[in-house]
């Protein structure tokens, strides 16, 4: 039997020029910068506020600000940490969640992989909904509560939820402008497409508080590892 694969969420903090040891392992890989800047492949500039995607061997150096990475990656449940090494240079895995709920429509469906974000305005709510795939969010500004499987978390900037997307989910911001980034593998015929569903009927044509912006959205065939 094959190992489950999940999608892991690391955070490399580097200081000011610091440069990995040595490339991180080939993967599908999402890298977004959540502060400072980054060179990613030898030529790739990766600025605040934006990702990138490879599944390449990726080699990473910080600017001379320093740099703190989000790096998200496709990974059998089984293997080892891909943590980042190098002189200035702090990696931890933060959070992962098994990728067993893309809703494919068959065995030859390829996964897409997406970056992108959801932003509120000050009590914004994103009504009860479902998503066709699951995901790793992470706030990058203000609050927000998450209501699902019967309980309540509230989350603050910095600090990951996984959504493994067939639970029904209620959103809640704050009394500030909040947003977070997600990265979600998703059934590839939602290409360019979203992936809400909501729950309640009623609820699809009634005005809604969040709005979107998209960073990648790339399909990457059937992982097997």
């Not at 709920?101 to 009504?127: H, I, N, Y």
């Not at 909040?178 to 979600?184: G, I, L, P, Q």
């Not at 569903?197 to 990457?220: C, F, H, N, T, W």
Request: glycine fraction near 10%; charged fraction near 20%; include cysteine.
């Amino acid at each position: 039997m094959s190992d489950i694969l999940e999608l892991r969420m690391y955070r490399d903090r580097f200081q000011p020029n610091a440069a990995l040891a040595r490339p991180l392992k080939a993967a599908h890989r999402i890298v977004y910068a959540f502060q400072g800047d980054a060179v990613a492949l030898g030529d790739k500039l990766l600025a605040t506020d934006a990702g990138l995607y490879a599944k390449a061997a990726m080699p990473l150096v910080a600017g001379p600000a320093g740099a703190e990475i989000w790096r998200y990656e496709i990974a059998a449940a089984s293997a080892e940490d891909s943590l980042a090494e190098g002189a200035g240079v702090a990696s931890e895995r933060l959070l992962s969640g098994p990728l067993t709920t893309v809703q494919t429509e068959s065995a030859e469906e390829d996964w897409l992989m997406r970056l992108d974000s959801v932003a509120f305005p000050p009590g914004g709510a994103a009504l009860t909904h479902t998503h066709r795939g699951p995901g790793i969010r992470c706030l990058v500004a203000g609050a927000i509560r998450i209501d699902a499987d019967g309980a309540s978390h509230g989350y603050g900037i910095g600090e990951p939820w996984f959504e493994a997307g067939p639970d029904p989910v209620f959103a809640q911001a704050g009394d500030m402008a909040t947003r977070f980034v997600r990265v979600s593998v998703l059934p590839g015929r939602l290409l360019g497409k979203s992936s809400i569903q909501y729950v309640y009927p009623e609820d699809a044509a009634k005005p809604k508080d969040q709005s979107y912006r998209g960073y990648i959205d790339l399909m990457i065939g059937r992982p097997t590892r």
